[in-house]
């Protein structure tokens, strides 16, 4: 049974760039949540995708975007990368509605923006 | 808004040592409380959760936790560490229990010496 995937691992990208990250949810699962964990710091909610549609998201700005498919993997878009957005990038699949509302994390991408 | 306060950003324990990890939060409605436990390089890992019912949470790896509604606490324990225990441990609060945004403390980072 594989968990949560995400690639990829590492990735440098320069000030201005845009990048884009993925994520494969636990089989059997239906929603995805993307958060940013900066150095020494707690996750942050960045957003949800159910049924590919966003349905919450926390105080982070347009700049980061997402898209869930139907096979409910996921995207993180940032557009117009700043030094700030150096973090780790955590995903996270749960199935909507379900006994088990746990939410299970991948690895996580390290994104340095330099 | 709900916001979650780790006491301890460090905590140092001698190996076979009992310790606990404090976490205090605030919601205006009703709460559900996680620890994950995240080791250096991975993702996070789901240690327990309080739902509902009794107020003492037995969770993975000898780690149990007791929810006070009246002192808004959920602190982490461990009657006897392992130096394998050395990890960062996170607090967090949901406010629905069905894979909703999660709200993270800081961490407390755990260090057991032999």
């Known amino acids: 049974d594989a968990g949560v995937t995400q690639s990829p691992t590492h990735l440098i990208k320069t000030r201005g760039q845009q990048v884009t990250l993925r994520c494969s949810p636990k089989?059997?699962?239906?929603?995805v949540s993307w958060y940013q964990q900066a150095l020494g710091q707690g996750p942050q909610f960045i957003f949800q995708y159910y049924e590919e549609e966003e349905r919450q998201r926390g105080n982070f700005p347009d700049r980061f975007s997402g898209h869930q498919f139907p096979n409910y993997s996921s995207e993180l878009n940032v557009n117009a990368l700043w030094l700030g957005d150096s973090a780790l990038y955590l995903c996270?699949?749960?199935?909507?509605?379900?006994?088990?509302?746990?939410?299970?994390f991948g690895p996580g991408t390290r994104l340095t923006v330099l | 808004a709900q916001s979650v306060t780790q006491l301890d950003s460090q905590v140092p324990v001698f190996e076979e040592a009992p310790v606990e990890l404090r976490c205090n939060y605030s919601s205006s409605v009703s709460v559900y409380l996680f620890w994950y436990v995240q080791y250096p390089n991975q993702g996070l890992q789901l240690l327990l959760k309080?739902?509902?019912?009794?107020?003492l949470v037995k969770g993975i790896n000898g780690f149990e936790a007791e929810f006070n509604k009246s002192q808004t606490s959920f602190h982490l324990r461990k009657p006897s560490v392992h130096i394998s225990d050395t990890a960062e441990y996170f607090c967090a609060v949901s406010d629905d229990g069905q894979g909703g945004k999660l709200i993270f403390g800081q961490g407390t980072e755990l260090s057991v010496k032999p």
């Open positions: 996270a699949s749960s199935l909507a509605g379900g006994s088990e509302d746990t939410q299970y």
């Open positions: 089989s059997g699962h239906d929603t």
């Open positions: 309080y739902l509902s019912g009794s107020t």
